[in-house]
């Protein structure tokens, strides 16, 4: 969680006690992500090169639904920083890639068809005039790309929409998995069980083989929303899965969606398991469980 993210990056989830096994230290690094297998672009002249991209399923029955997945960040918002046990600096945005590309494997050998609103390290929307200050996004341009993330997910007519980002704090020693959702959604019982799903499917994959990381809980989302500006702060909610406001947000999602930090990028510990192919594995899996166990399937 991050300033450009979509949610603040002060917040702080308090006195976090965080037991991290000796698993954890062998986590090997991931390497640069290998080739992303052909998708269809849903809109080339909308759509940054790369990003909202459809796969279809690849085996299993159909299921005739659709996942989207939002990688959080990505272009000129690399999201936090953090630095591994090992002192290899990692960004928010390479890892919740990763995350998204491990996931769609998975979700596609189960017959859903899943769109992934980035499968590159470039950002989802094209930047307009004032999108960028001094190379990174300005206020408007954090809004413009959260909205163009909400827009694919509408496009692709998807069933449930999933963001992936990392928490951040300004002290190493937090850490822990958080998974929020709107309640003041008409389906927020749906988002509220889609968020409890992610959050107890992912923990329990990155709490096996000895692990432990802590559960942070399943939260509304008021409270979380970005503070890069005033008009950002009286919404209190998140762009990805909150809902519209006249006269600053007038397209939001309209599907069932949570957003999951499953681990801290500013723990050197959960860094390192963040930045492991061990790491990104279990949190991809857990996401398609997750999704099995909503719809029925798991």
Known sequence: MALLSGTPRG??????????????????????????????????????????????PTSGPPRH??????????????GA??????????HEATETLRVALDA???LRA???????????AAAVGRPAPGDLSGGVFSGQGVHRDIVARDACANLARADILIGVYFNAS???????????????????????????????SVLARLNES??????????????YGSSVTSADRAYGHLLLIGPAKAGYFSAPSEMPGALIEPLFITNPAQASLADSVAGEKAIARGLATAVGQYFGTA
Request: charged residues 15%; contains cysteine; positive net charge.
């Open 11 to 56: 917040w702080l989830p308090g006195a976090v006690a965080v037991a991290v096994a000796a698993a954890l230290l062998g986590a090997s690094p991931r390497s640069a992500s290998g080739g992303v297998p052909a998708g269809r672009a849903l809109d080339p002249t909308r759509f940054a090169a790369g990003s909202c991209v459809s796969f279809a």
């Open 65 to 78: 639904k659709t996942v989207f997945i939002d990688a959080g960040h990505g272009g000129p918002d690399p």
């Open 81 to 90: 920083v953090g630095v591994t046990l090992g002192g290899r600096t990692v």
């Open 104 to 106: 769609l494997g998975p």
């Open 110 to 120: 189960e017959g859903y068809r899943v769109v992934l609103s980035r499968t590159t």
């Open 170 to 200: 300004d002290y190493t020693s937090d850490g822990g998995s958080l998974t929020l959702y709107d309640a003041a959604r008409t389906f927020r019982q749906s988002n509220r069980r889609l968020a409890q799903l992610v959050q107890h």
């Open 210 to 223: 000895g692990r432990s990381v802590a559960d942070d809980g399943v939260h509304p989302d008021v409270g």
